[in-house]
């Protein structure tokens, strides 16, 4: 009895052993990306600047009190410029053989050497520039009810007043603007990020995605945990980051991403994707293939 009773004890063992071999086999762990690791490296750092950034948002709804048992909000982020405003200001270049030209706000295209001026922002009358007509409409609707921040990649510390001053004057009231490139998220955020090991800089279009991602945590640590994120955007870049990076870092929340295609003085917007439980639909294949989007609008520039 004791011999049979020592087998069967040793069968048990065996089995349990190979359950968890194979357990350890099929639960690998998720691949990590470059941006996972900027993003978790430097957390606390974004996440704290757009805390301080936002509260001094003076002309604008702000963020909310902090608070509990609130039901889920619906986070919507607006780019700017040829999103909501058909911004026309060419930007001045000189050109690597020393000559000097100008640039299409929308389709920027940099050969190697050429030096842009995007200093001209800093002095344009924006407001005699007329909107987005899609993106507008969307912007009023989505204000009534919804978070709504409007983040461009604009530099001039003036934005902040400018972009609230611009929509209030339409009939439009928003939680809070986020010039990417100011001063204040340089200086508090960019001037110190702390990369990977063999990571010189950050990747074409990894700014914005960073930055919604600290906002979708600002808003969870006040209490307002958002449950679907719409991104509406016409650089192509900033969704060739997006699309992979956050419902991958947000696999509860829903995500929409709306593009605004221009012909000419006419935009169109698209739903380009939109993702849920972390996996991203792609809803135009044509334009989002090798983790690289494109929508084409830029063609020829």
Request: proline share 6%; glycine share 8%.
């Amino acid at each position: 009895m004791k011999t049979g009773a020592l087998m069967i004890n040793k069968i048990i063992i065996l089995a349990i052993l190979i359950a968890l071999s194979l357990g350890t086999a099929c639960s690998k762990p998720k691949k990590t990306l470059p941006l996972d690791s900027v993003y978790e490296n430097n957390r606390n750092l974004i996440r704290l600047t757009l805390k301080d950034t936002l509260y001094r948002n003076l002309s604008v709804r702000g963020l909310p009190a902090p608070q509990t048992g609130v039901p889920p909000i619906q986070l919507n982020i607006f780019d700017f410029d040829h999103t909501l405003v058909d911004t026309r200001t060419r930007i001045p270049v000189q050109r690597s053989d020393k000559s000097r030209g100008f640039l299409d706000p929308k389709c920027i295209v940099l050969n190697s050497g050429d030096i842009p001026d995007f200093a001209v922002f800093d002095t344009e009358d924006t407001f005699q520039y007329p909107i987005v007509q899609p993106g507008f409409e969307r912007l009023k609707e989505v204000s009534k009810k919804e978070t709504v921040i409007v983040m461009t990649a604009r530099s001039s510390s003036g934005t902040y007043s400018m972009v609230p001053a611009y929509l209030s004057l339409r009939g439009v009231v928003i939680d809070g603007v986020l010039a990417v490139n100011s001063e204040i998220l340089k200086t508090g955020i960019w001037d110190h990020l702390r990369l990977p090991e063999g990571m010189k800089k950050l990747p074409s279009g990894a700014k914005k995605p960073l930055l919604i991602a600290g906002i979708i945590e600002l808003y969870q640590s006040l209490g307002h945990s958002p449950e679907l994120v719409r991104y509406m955007e016409d650089t192509d870049s900033y969704f060739s980051v997006a699309f992979e990076f956050l419902p991958r870092r947000f696999p509860n929340i829903r995500f929409e991403f709306y593009d605004y295609l221009r012909n000419g003085y006419l935009y169109t917007e698209v739903l380009a994707a939109r993702a849920s439980g972390g996996l991203l639909e792609n809803l135009v294949p044509k334009n989002y293939t090798g983790g690289v989007y494109d929508s084409g609008d830029c063609a020829g520039f």
